[in-house]
C-alpha cells in the first residue's frame, strides 16, 4: 500500500499542479500507400490512418479514467508526405505538382477529422541536402495547405548535423512562412502556427507541429510527450533557500516520477492498439493557464523575469535536470527532450517580452541551452523573407554545432507592428508581436547554397 | 498482481460520513476494500483506500461516477485510480 503521503502527492500533482499528458501520438507509416494513380494514392492515405487510428481516441479515453490523468492532445503523425508525392507530380506541371499536393493535405485532414485527432502531423519534407520534385510540390503547397486545412501540421527539415544547411531551402521557407501569413492573415497568420522549420528533426516526436513518422520507425509506433511545467514550478517555489545542487536534486525527482506517468500512459495505449511503444519526450511543455509556465520556473528560481540575465543559466540548469530525472523514468527517452519555451502559449513568457525584458536576440540564446528553438515567437509583418530566412539560418548554425533538434516557428502578422497584441486562442495563446533587427541579412542569406556541416560532424 | 486494483482517494473538510458513504458506495458494487488509512494533512482530511474491483458489478467508469456523486453528496472530492499510476511513480 501506498502512503498517504505519497497519495496526496499524485492528488497535488495532478488535481492542483496540472500534471497530464500532454499528447500521445499514433505515428503511421504510409509508405505502402504510394501509387501512381492520384485518387488511388489518397485512398490509400485516408483508408490507412482511418484503419490504423481507428480506436486511438476511444482507448486513450479509456485510459484516461483508469489512471485519472488527462491525455490533453491525442494526434497522428504520418510518413513525410513528400516522399509519397514522388510518383504522382514527376511528370506533371509544378502547377498541377502543387494541387495535387494541397489534395493530399486535405486527405489527411479528414481523415483526421474522422479519427476523431486534433492534429496530423507529416505533412512534411527532409530537404537538408537538396529537394526533388515531390518536396518542392509539398513546399510550394505550404501556403494554401495549411489556409485550407485545419488539422495538418508542416515540418520542413533543413539542415542535419551530417549534411550541413540546405541555404536556398532557408530562404524558401522565409518567402513560404511570409505567403502562409498572408494568406491567413485575417486569423493573423495562424497557418504559420502549423508550420515549423527544423534542423536534426526527431523521427519520434509526439509534439506538433515536428511530428512525422520517420524512416527506420515501426509500422505504427505511439510516441508520448509529457507535461509538467506547473509541478516543476511548485517545487521550485518551495525551495527558496535550496543552493543549485539541491535544487536540481529536487527538479531530477519530479521529472522522473512526471515521465514514469508517459512510460505507463504510452505502454498502455500501445498494446491497447497493438502497435510498438516508441518514445517519451521528456520535453516540459507550457501551456497558456495560469502557472503552467517556463518562465515562471525561471522566475522561481530568483529572476525578475524571463529573458533577464541568468535566464540561460536556469533554463540550462532546469533542461539538464528534467533530462536526467526523466531519462531514468522510461524505456526509451525520444522526440525533443528538453524544455519548450514557445512565447505566445506561456503567458509568463509574453508578459516579459512586453515589459521589454525577453527579445528574440534572447530567446535565440536560450535555445543553445534547451530544445524546440524560436517557437511561437510574432514579428512584425513587414519583416522581409531574408530577415526570416536569416533568424532561420542562425538556428540552424546552434543546431549543427550543438549536434541537437532545433525549429523556427515565427509568424510574421500581416498588418501588426512591435508591440501591437494579437491573439490565437486555445492552447496556442496570445502574445505580444516581438521587434526584429531592422537591419539587413539578404546580402549573407543570398549566397545560398549547401552551408557545410561543421567538424562535429566527422565522429568516428 | 495489481491489475483490478484502485486507489480511492477522499479529500476535503472533516465531517463524520465520509468513511461511511465511500465504503458503502464500494459495498453496493461488490468492491472490497484492502487496506484503509486516514488523517489530517495540511488542514485537510485526507482518506486513502486500496480496493479490490475484481468482482465489481459495474465497469469501473461507472463506478467511478457513483463514488464521485456520492463524493458531491457528502462534500468532498473523490478519485478512483487505478493502483499502477502509484507504482509507477513511486515505486521503482
Known amino acids: ?460 | 498482481m495489481s491489475e483490478e486494483r484502485i486507489i480511492v482517494t477522499a479529500l476535503g473538510r472533516n465531517k463524520v460520513g465520509i468513511v461511511a458513504g465511500i465504503s458503502t458506495v464500494l459495498a453496493e458494487h461488490n468492491a472490497s476494500i484492502i487496506e484503509l488509512t486516514s488523517a489530517e494533512m495540511s488542514g485537510h482530511f485526507v482518506m486513502v483506500m486500496l480496493v479490490d474491483i475484481s468482482k465489481i458489478d459495474v465497469s469501473l467508469t461507472g463506478l467511478q461516477e457513483n463514488l464521485n456523486n456520492k463524493g458531491k453528496e457528502i462534500g468532498v472530492q473523490v478519485t478512483a485510480q487505478h493502483e499502477d499510476i502509484f507504482r509507477y511513480m513511486h515505486r521503482i
Not at chain 1, 500533482?13 to 500534471?19: D, E, F, Q, Y
Not at chain 1, 509508405?31 to 486513450?60: G, H, M, Q, W, Y
Not at chain 1, 530568483?302 to 529573458?307: A, E, Q
Not at chain 1, 546552434?398 to 533538434?405: D, G, T
Request: proline letters at 4%.
Open chain 1, 1 to 460: 500500500m501506498f502512503s498517504k503521503e505519497e497519495v496526496l502527492e499524485t492528488f497535488e500533482m495532478i488535481h492542483l499542479n496540472g500534471l497530464n499528458i500532454r499528447a500521445v501520438t499514433l505515428g503511421i507509416n504510409l509508405l505502402d500507400c504510394t501509387d501512381k494513380n492520384f485518387d488511388k494514392l489518397n485512398a490509400n492515405i485516408f483508408s490507412k490512418i482511418t484503419t490504423v487510428a481507428e480506436r486511438l481516441l476511444a482507448e486513450s479515453q479509456d485510459i484516461e479514467h483508469k489512471y485519472g490523468i488527462p491525455i490533453v492532445n491525442k494526434r497522428v503523425s504520418v510518413t513525410p508526405i513528400a516522399f509519397l508525392l514522388e510518383s504522382v507530380v514527376a511528370d506533371i506541371s509544378q502547377k498541377e505538382g502543387v494541387s495535387r499536393a494541397i489534395q493530399v493535405a486535405k486527405t489527411l485532414d479528414q481523415a483526421a477529422e474522422k479519427v476523431g485527432v486534433d492534429y496530423v502531423g507529416g505533412y512534411s519534407a527532409m530537404i537538408q541536402k537538396g529537394w526533388t520534385s515531390g518536396d518542392i510540390a509539398l513546399i510550394n503547397s505550404l501556403p494554401e495547405a495549411l489556409r485550407s486545412t485545419e488539422r495538418v501540421c508542416s515540418c520542413v527539415n533543413i539542415a542535419e548535423t551530417k549534411s550541413g544547411i540546405n541555404v536556398d531551402a532557408a530562404l524558401k521557407m522565409g518567402e513560404v512562412i511570409k505567403k502562409t501569413a498572408e494568406k491567413t492573415s485575417k486569423n493573423n497568420g495562424f497557418g504559420c502556427t502549423k508550420l515549423g522549420v527544423y534542423a536534426n528533426a526527431p523521427a519520434d516526436s509526439p509534439f506538433m507541429p515536428g511530428a512525422y513518422q520517420g524512416v527506420g520507425e515501426s509500422e505504427a509506433t505511439i510516441n508520448v510527450g509529457i507535461s509538467g511545467p506547473g509541478i516543476i514550478r511548485m517545487i521550485v517555489e518551495k525551495s527558496e533557500n535550496l543552493d543549485f545542487r539541491a535544487l536540481a536534486e529536487k527538479i531530477k525527482r519530479a521529472s522522473f516520477k512526471i515521465t514514469r506517468v508517459g512510460e505507463l500512459i504510452g505502454q498502455e495505449v500501445a498494446k491497447r492498439l497493438n502497435v510498438e511503444f516508441g518514445a517519451v519526450d521528456l520535453s516540459l511543455a507550457p501551456t497558456p493557464a495560469k502557472g503552467e509556465s517556463i518562465a515562471e520556473i525561471i522566475k522561481a528560481m530568483g529572476l525578475d523575469y524571463c529573458g533577464i540575465p541568468g535566464s540561460t543559466a536556469a533554463l540550462a540548469l532546469l533542461t539538464d535536470a528534467v533530462k536526467k530525472g526523466g531519462s531514468m523514468a522510461t524505456s526509451f527517452v525520444g522526440g525533443m527532450s528538453g524544455a519548450f519555451i514557445p512565447v505566445s502559449e506561456d503567458a509568463s513568457m509574453v508578459e516579459a517580452a512586453q515589459v521589454g525584458a525577453l527579445s528574440i536576440e534572447k530567446l535565440e540564446a536560450m535555445t543553445s541551452v534547451c530544445s524546440v528553438g524560436l517557437d511561437m515567437v510574432t514579428i512584425p509583418g513587414d519583416t522581409s523573407s531574408e530577415t526570416i530566412a536569416a533568424i532561420i539560418l542562425d538556428e540552424m548554425a546552434i543546431a549543427l554545432v550543438n549536434n541537437k533538434p532545433l525549429g523556427v516557428r515565427v509568424i510574421p502578422v500581416p498588418g501588426k507592428k512591435a508591440g501591437d497584441k494579437i491573439k490565437f486562442g486555445g492552447l496556442l495563446g496570445s502574445s505580444v508581436i516581438m521587434p526584429v533587427s531592422k537591419f539587413n541579412s539578404s546580402k549573407f542569406v543570398k549566397r545560398g547554397g549547401q552551408f557545410p556541416s561543421t567538424i562535429r560532424s566527422l565522429t568516428g
